[in-house]
């Protein structure tokens, strides 16, 4: 049975390898199914510059306050201001969810036991081996849709198996279904069950893909376009190819090009990354990517979104975060319908092109309010700190020994940013509703000197990128990361250098094209 993953939720090796057994013996029947449903080659996470770690001044202090301090400064990151249009950047709110779909592709840490409680006042970093022999990868680390092609996904025959909406019976707003969807509108889904982290889980290669609305109907996208190319190639192999292609130019030229330095991206796809190096043994993927780098996805969330003609800013219902949330849990809270309730049917049109009201946030150094009070399965709310998204993050790279952001910046031959600069991005950020403000946090702590990762990333697109895109390091770290992992893969475009999108589209291949060709766009 399909079982969901909360949001930044990690699972034991034992509990990965007790879900691959109970999924191989329920396919066993299945011809050819003991060829997917061997163990996974479990892949490695490590450090991109091990180097640092043997000096302490590259790292935050190991002293008892600073839990303390990077709580201080995780509660200071809450953006109460809400979505107006000068809090936006230019890049699209699609790339936000797509960004999430990509690291889900890349991405599934198991732990060989429980890891420490990150808001135990006395966390401590790990031991450096212990973070190597414990940290594992679950999927294949390069952009090949294993996400989406991976048990416990169903086919039939060479299609992907797609889910159904349920009928509302009112086709008034906001129960009305979008004009002109059909039915096949939802991800294939398990029955009713008590248990909310099963209830109607989505059967899909990533059960994190269920995890909000939009995303969810983003994956469903790529399951449709498969199976279209199946209409034309009338084979499994050659729709995936295809597929995988495509995804790649996606990451590179609307992913990369929108949300860093098109200068960066440029420079890594001519000369290739110069620090991560892909085929080089053993394969890892990089901790400072992994677990601060890449979370700068988190700034870009809104508060709401224009989802659909029910659920839009202009209606009065916009599409919360907790709503777009609530209608993929499926757990009952607002209706009882056994899949997507049709009325909740994303209009991807409001998501691209030239839409104002659906622009991700400015990436900067705060966080949609809804992000500090992340829900559980059953629509709760996190106990205390846990439901703060930003105190996690700081607190994970802490125990998980991340460099600072000076060090890492000048590791990679680029100019860090000065105390006074970090400041200078604090300073910008009105406090809180009964908060210290952040620059008081960061003078008092000594983070403006000695500059947690995950935060220095996001102050550095302030500061350069002028909240529209990330900075130096930021660029440098993302685009090296994922275009190697492209030269990677398999079925890589970087390794054929005649490759051309052979998709319907207009001059230059988007993800709009993507959502065309699935059907899922007019």
């Known amino acids: 049975m399909a079982r969901r993953l909360a949001h930044g939720q ?15 013996e329920r396919v066993a029947d299945v011809p050819f199914a003991f060829a997917i449903a061997q163990p996974v ?15 302490p001044a590259n790292l935050l202090p190991e002293d008892p306050s600073t839990p303390a301090n990077l709580v201080r400064l995780g509660k200071t990151m809450i953006d109460d201001a809400g979505n107006d249009a000068a809090g936006d950047s230019d890049v699209s709110a699609l790339m936000t969810y797509f960004g999430q779909f990509i690291d889900h592709d890349i ?6 036991a429980d890891l420490p409680t990150l808001t135990d006042p006395a966390l401590a970093p790990l031991p450096l081996d212990q973070i190597r022999d414990s940290l594992k990868n679950a999927r294949s680390a390069t952009l090949d849709l294993d996400s989406v092609y991976d048990l416990p996904a169903p086919r039939d025959g060479d299609k992907m198996v797609v889910g159904t909406v349920s009928p509302t019976n009112n086709p008034n707003p906001p129960l009305g279904r979008p004009p002109g969807k059909d039915d096949f509108n939802d991800l294939p889904r398990g029955p009713r069950t008590e248990d909310p982290a099963t209830d109607r889980a989505a059967n899909i290669g990533d059960p994190r893909n269920d995890e909000n609305t939009i995303v969810a109907q983003l994956h469903l996208a790529f399951l449709r376009a498969h199976n279209r190319l199946v209409d034309v190639w009338h084979s499994f192999t050659e729709p995936r190819r295809v597929m995988r292609q495509h995804y790649q130019y996606l990451v590179i030229h609307e992913f990369l090009m929108q949300v860093a330095d098109k200068k960066i991206v440029k420079d890594i796809l001519r000369d290739g990354p110069q620090h991560f190096k892909p085929f080089e043994e053993p394969f890892f993927m990089p901790l400072e990517f992994a677990v601060a780098g890449y979370r700068f996805g988190h700034t870009m969330v809104r508060s709401d979104y224009n989802f659909n003609v029910n659920f839009n800013t202009n209606s009065g219902i916009p599409a919360t975060i907790d709503l777009l949330f609530t209608f993929t849990a499926l757990t009952g809270q607002l209706g009882d319908f056994p899949t997507l309730p049709e009325n909740w049917i994303i209009e991807w049109e409001n998501f691209v092109g030239n839409n104002p009201g659906n622009k991700a946030r400015k990436f900067d150094t705060r966080l949609a309010n809804p992000l500090f009070r992340l829900r559980k399965f059953d629509g709760t709310v996190e106990v205390g700190l846990g439901a703060m998204l930003a105190v996690r993050n700081l607190l994970r790279g802490y125990l998980l020994r991340m460099p600072t952001g000076q060090a890492l910046a000048t590791a990679m031959n680029i100019t860090p940013l000065t105390a006074a600069e970090i400041e200078e991005v604090a300073a910008a950020v009105p406090p809180a509703a009964g908060q210290e403000s952040q620059l008081d946090v960061i003078r008092s702590s000594g983070f403006a000197e000695r500059t947690p990762l995950w935060y220095y990333i996001l102050a550095e697109a302030a500061f350069h990128g002028k909240g529209k895109h990330l900075g130096p390091l930021g660029s440098t770290l993302v ?13 890589s475009i970087l390794r054929n250098r005649l490759w051309e999108p052979t998709l319907p589209h207009n001059g230059k291949f988007t993800i709009e094209d993507l959502l065309r060709f699935a059907g899922v766009l007019p």
Do not use: C, H, W, Y
């Open 10 to 24: 990690s699972l034991t090796v034992q509990q990965f390898d007790e879900a691959r057994e109970g999924l191989a």
């Open 41 to 55: 080659d479990l892949k490695d996470f490590d450090f991109l510059f091990p180097d640092l770690q043997t000096d």
């Open 107 to 112: 991405t599934l840490e198991l732990a060989s």
């Open 479 to 491: 685009a090296e990361v994922l275009i190697g992992l492209i030269q990677k893969s398999e079925n």
